[in-house]
C-alpha cells in the first residue's frame, strides 16, 4: 500500500501543521531562527506542503518559490498564498524545475526524510543556489527510528512506517532512516559545509496544552534535527 501520499490526506495534515505542537510550535519557530533575516533573499521552499513556512518568510519580506510532490498540498498552498509565492507541483529526487543559480536559500522542512538517497536530491539543490547559498534542513532525528522501533540498527539505511494522527485523522507514513555519518557524507559529498547542527528546544510560546505532561519540564525536545548548509 502506498504511504506518505499527501495527496489522501492533505487537508488534515494542512490543520494539524497549523497548531501542533511539532509544527507550530517547534519545527517552524526554529526553521525561521536559522533563517534569521532574508529580507529581499530569493527562497526556494522544497516539499512546501500547505506553505506555513512559505507564507512566514514571505511575511519577513522575502521573495519566494516552492514547491511539493502533492497536488492536493499545492492546492491548499495556493489558496493561502496567492500570488505572493510561485507554487508547483515537483518532485525533490528529480531533476528540479528552476535554472541554475536561482536562490539565496532553499528551505526543505520534513522532508528529506521520504528519500532513501539524498545525494541527486542534494546536487539538484546545490545547482539551483547561488554560489555561497544556504539550505536549511529538518528531518526525522536519527534517534527516533531506534527509540521507537527497539532492536533496530541505528546503522542500517532502513524504510518504516509510523501510524500518526493528523488532526484526529489516522495515516500511515513511511520515512527512511539514515544514521548520522551517512547524512552527513550526503552533505559533504555534494559539496555543502556543514555551518550547524541544532537540537532545537520547543518554542517558549507554545500553549501548555499542546505540550504532553512529560514534556513540560525539559528544555530540549529530540524529534527533529536541524542542518544550515552553505553551497560551496
Ligand atoms: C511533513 S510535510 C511538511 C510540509 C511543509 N514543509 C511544512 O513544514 O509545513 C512533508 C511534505 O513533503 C512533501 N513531499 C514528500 N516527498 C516529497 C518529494 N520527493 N518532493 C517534494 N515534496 C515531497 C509532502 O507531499 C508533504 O507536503
Redesign the pocket.
Known amino acids: 500500500m502506498a504511504v506518505?501520499d499527501?495527496?489522501q490526506f492533505?487537508k488534515a495534515?494542512a490543520l494539524e501543521?497549523e497548531s501542533s505542537l511539532l509544527?507550530a510550535y517547534y519545527?517552524?519557530p526554529a526553521?525561521l531562527e536559522l533563517a534569521g533575516d532574508v529580507c529581499g533573499h530569493d527562497i526556494l521552499?522544497?516539499?512546501?506542503?500547505?506553505?506555513?513556512?512559505t507564507d512566514q518568510l514571505v511575511k519577513r519580506g522575502a521573495k519566494l518559490s516552492g514547491?511539493?510532490?502533492?497536488a492536493a498540498?499545492i492546492d491548499i498552498a495556493k489558496q493561502r498564498l496567492g500570488e505572493t509565492a510561485e507554487l508547483r507541483v515537483?518532485?525533490?529526487?528529480e531533476v528540479l524545475p528552476y535554472e541554475d543559480n536561482s536562490f539565496d536559500d532553499a528551505v526543505?522542512?520534513?522532508?528529506f526524510h521520504?528519500?532513501p538517497d539524498w545525494s541527486f536530491?542534494l546536487q539538484e539543490v546545490r545547482r539551483v543556489l547561488r554560489p555561497g547559498g544556504r539550505l536549511l534542513i529538518s528531518v526525522n532525528h536519527p534517534i527516533l527510528y531506534p527509540w521507537n522501533h527497539r532492536g533496530k540498527d541505528y546503522f542500517k539505511v532502513t524504510e518504516y512506517t509510523d501510524e500518526v494522527s493528523l488532526n484526529g485523522e489516522s495515516a500511515e507514513l513511511s520515512y527512511w532512516h539514515h544514521p548520522l555519518h551517512v547524512t552527513m557524507s550526503a552533505f559533504i559529498d555534494t559539496g555543502f559545509s556543514i555551518e550547524r547542527v541544532w537540537e532545537p528546544p520547543y518554542s517558549k510560546d507554545a500553549p501548555q496544552a499542546v505540550v504532553p505532561e512529560a514534556l513540560r519540564d525539559r528544555d530540549a525536545f529530540l524529534s527533529f534535527i536541524f542542518f544550515t548548509l552553505r553551497a560551496m
Open positions: 506518505s499527501y495527496d492533505a495534515y501543521n509544527n519545527e517552524r526553521m521552499d522544497i516539499g512546501c506542503g500547505a506553505g506555513p513556512l514547491f511539493d510532490a502533492s498540498m515537483a518532485k525533490l529526487g526543505a522542512s520534513l522532508v521520504y528519500l536530491a
